[in-house]
C-alpha cells in the first residue's frame, strides 16, 4: 500500500512538472502584478491544504476515520484544481526562477498531502509527519512573502 502511494506522488509530481514544461511557455507572459496573484493564490491554497492535513494528523484520534481519509482525498482535489491556472500561465520574463521555486514548491506539496492521506487511510504511523506538514507550510508561508508579498 505505502508502494503504491508513493507511485501516486511521483506520477503526480512528474505530472506537474510535464504540465508547466509544457504549457508555460506559450502565449503572452502574464503581467506582474496578475502573476503575483496567481502565485499568492496557488500558494495560499497549498497552505491551506497543508493546513487541513495538519488539523487531521493532531485530531487523528478524534476524527472518524473515513472523515479523515476524505478530507485528505478533498484537500488533494482542491490544491489541484487551484494549481491548475497557475500551471498553465506563462510568468513574465523575470519571474521564471519564482515560478519554478513556486511550481517545486507546489509539486512537493502534493506529495506530502498524497503521504499523509496514504498513511491515514492505512492507519499507519503519523506521528513523523506532523513536522514534515508544519515544516512545508511554514516554507511555503515563507515563499509566498518572497514572490507574491503577501
Given at each position: ?20 514544461a ?10 506582474e ?46 490544491l ?28 512537493e ?17 503519523t ?20 514572490v507574491?508579498?503577501?
Amino acid at each position: 500500500m505505502r508502494r503504491a502511494g508513493a507511485l501516486v506522488a511521483v506520477l503526480l509530481v512528474v505530472l506537474l512538472v510535464l504540465l508547466c514544461a509544457c504549457t508555460t511557455r506559450a502565449g503572452s507572459p502574464a503581467g506582474e502584478s496578475a502573476w503575483r496573484e496567481q502565485a499568492d493564490k496557488v500558494l495560499g491554497a497549498a497552505m491551506s491544504s497543508l493546513g487541513t492535513a495538519r488539523v487531521v494528523l493532531e485530531n487523528d484520534t478524534d476524527l472518524p476515520h473515513p472523515y479523515a481519509v476524505v478530507t485528505l482525498q478533498d484537500a488533494i482535489t482542491s490544491l489541484h484544481r487551484e494549481s491548475g491556472s497557475f500551471l498553465t500561465s506563462r510568468p513574465p520574463d523575470d519571474r521564471h526562477t519564482d515560478n519554478d521555486r513556486v511550481v517545486a514548491a507546489l509539486g512537493e506539496a502534493t506529495t506530502l498531502l498524497t503521504r499523509v492521506s496514504t498513511a491515514v487511510a492505512a492507519n499507519a504511523g503519523t506521528a513523523a509527519l506532523r513536522e514534515s506538514v508544519r515544516k512545508a507550510y511554514d516554507d511555503l508561508d515563507d515563499l509566498r512573502t518572497k514572490v507574491a508579498g503577501s
